[in-house]
């Protein structure tokens, strides 16, 4: 696609002329308006703009000033050529200082038609040039300034040095750098940097590091300074230089310098705290041990003798070591639950000592049986007290992985835990529900309570915290059931069924 053709306004009020030279023009492929005044080529450029205007000095009762004058302030990037007779060299002058950006001297012969064409065409090419590098400079001055706007944003110090030494840019951080190292103020551009910045182990440092980067050993080196000897106490800061990217400043570097104090030093503390954690944890880790080994040598030691004495009085009560009156063998029987009771916290102090393992999941197991065992236990002193049991579940329930004496025992704590707070004549609800993969089992008293217990709350004892460790150990867990004044308490134990991952 061709460009159209450079417009020229042509102000003259010889009409003879304006026929000559507009005629030319449009011979060299210019288009051509004309005005034989001021006033009408400022009708001109309202109807259309102009590339170039042409502007004969002499115009009647006004001179080619005048418009100038005007021309300037309406449109001063319009290029002005300023056309003179022979002897006007002191006009051309005073039109090249009023604004024109060229004069001819007119003379209309053959040669002033062949030049005519040319003036043109150069002056119009030397306008484009001018606009292209004034559109260059303002793009300069707009990166130079988004340049300037992004360094002084930076909490870092930016320092350009060029090949002896000198600064040929900071950022606005280098002053309060230079003030935190006690460096006397001032302007820091065309000083050398060991001048302006007198701190020996940056400036050694750096021209390190010049070195480096001169001998091409590498294209970005960085480096830790400690400066012990600032004036607030001793700083480090981490220094990275790279070939300087401006190369009408010479052969120099960019050095970065970020202060590192704060976060190195909270680093170690961070780091020193960690070692003193890890060691607490060690130290934690062996009395949990020594505690575990305490809790099971104690339970050992327990188990034994209560298991012999509990043998020993169900051999008296059964008769087998001779006959006994009636009130022996009550007294006998008291020992020996007393001796069973003793040895079951022997063994529920070693469950809660002993670190959990897989093993404690063990296969599948039905939880059908499970819950009838425990509901069983304890049936005969519930009746004594018409305590009636409503089983509530599903006709077949899921299977569970664990350990079929330690939830069987979990089970028979809860039932116990809310028969012995339900007043007589009460009712105890056993619920069983599924949902996604898990078993939801809710024990609960029928919101009557037993006089000791009218009103307070649920008591813990060793036996509920063996029955929330063992529903954690089989990846389930055990929640009270509030129900407030009246309302039913009890307990809800989750379960994950065999089948969920």
């Not at 300037?148 to 090949?163: C, F, I, M, N, Q």
């Not at 006397?184 to 065309?190: D, F, N, R, T, V």
């Not at 089989?474 to 065999?498: F, N």
């Amino acid at each position: 696609m061709t460009e159209p053709a450079a417009a020229v306004l042509l102000i003259d009020d010889n009409p003879d002329h304006r026929d000559l030279i507009g005629g030319a023009l449009e011979d060299a492929g210019f288009t051509c308006r004309t005005a034989e005044s001021g006033a009408e080529a400022r009708q001109r450029l309202a109807e259309a703009p102009a590339d170039l205007v042409l502007l004969d000095y002499s115009l009647g009762e006004e001179t080619g000033f005048d418009v100038l004058l005007w021309m300037r302030e309406e449109h001063p990037r319009l290029p002005v050529v300023l056309l003179t007779g022979h002897g006007s060299e002191e006009l051309a002058v005073q039109a090249l200082q009023r604004g024109a950006v060229d004069f001819l001297v007119k003379s209309l012969d053959a040669g002033f038609m062949q030049v005519l064409p040319l003036y043109v065409s150069k002056n119009l090419e030397r306008a484009r040039l001018e606009v292209a590098l004034g559109r260059a400079e303002a793009d300069r001055a707009h990166q130079e300034a988004y340049r300037r706007l992004v360094l002084d944003s930076l909490d870092a110090v930016v320092v350009s040095v060029d090949e002896h030494f000198r600064i040929t840019d900071v950022n606005r951080a280098f002053g309060e750098l230079a003030k935190r190292l006690g460096a006397s103020l001032g302007e820091a551009i065309g000083r050398r940097f060991d001048e302006a910045l007198p701190s020996a182990p940056i400036v050694e440092a750096l021209q390190a590091m010049r070195t480096s980067l001169a001998l091409g050993e590498a294209s970005l080196l960085r480096r830790e300074v400690v400066i012990n000897d600032a004036p607030g106490g001793a700083m480090e800061l981490d220094l990275e230089a790279t070939p300087l990217a401006r190369a009408e400043q010479g052969e120099g570097v960019v050095v970065v310098l970020t202060d590192t104090t704060e976060p190195r030093r909270a680093r170690r503390e961070q780091e020193a705290l960690n070692a003193r954690i890890a060691e607490a944890n060690d130290e934690l880790q062996r009395l949990a041990g020594a505690r575990t080994d305490l809790v099971q040598a104690v339970c050992k030691e327990l188990r034994s003798p209560a298991q012999s004495i509990g043998g020993y009085a169900k051999m008296l009560e059964s008769g087998r070591l001779g006959d006994l009156g009636a009130k022996a063998v009550s007294a006998v029987g008291t020992i020996a639950r007393g001796a069973d009771r003793l040895a079951g916290l022997a063994d529920d102090l070693d469950y809660l000592a002993a670190e959990p393992s897989d093993s404690s999941w063990g296969p599948p197991i039905g939880l059908g049986p499970i819950l009838e065992a425990a509901l069983e236990a304890g049936s005969a002193a519930r009746r004594e007290r018409k305590i009636r049991v409503r089983r509530d579940w599903p006709a077949e329930l899921p299977s569970v992985r664990g350990d079929v004496s330690r939830l069987d025992a979990l089970l028979k704590t809860l039932l116990t835990d809310v028969a012995e707070d339900s007043g007589e004549r009460s009712m105890v609800q056993c619920r069983v529900t599924l949902t996604g993969g898990e078993v939801i089992i809710r024990l609960q008293d029928d919101g009557s309570r037993s006089l000791e217990d009218e009103g307070g709350p649920l008591q813990a004892n060793l036996r509920l915290d063996v029955a929330m460790e063992t529903a954690r150990r089989h990846g389930g867990q055990l929640e009270r059931i509030h129900g407030g004044a009246g309302g039913r308490r009890g307990w809800e134990l989750r379960l994950p069924t065999a089948t969920r991952d």
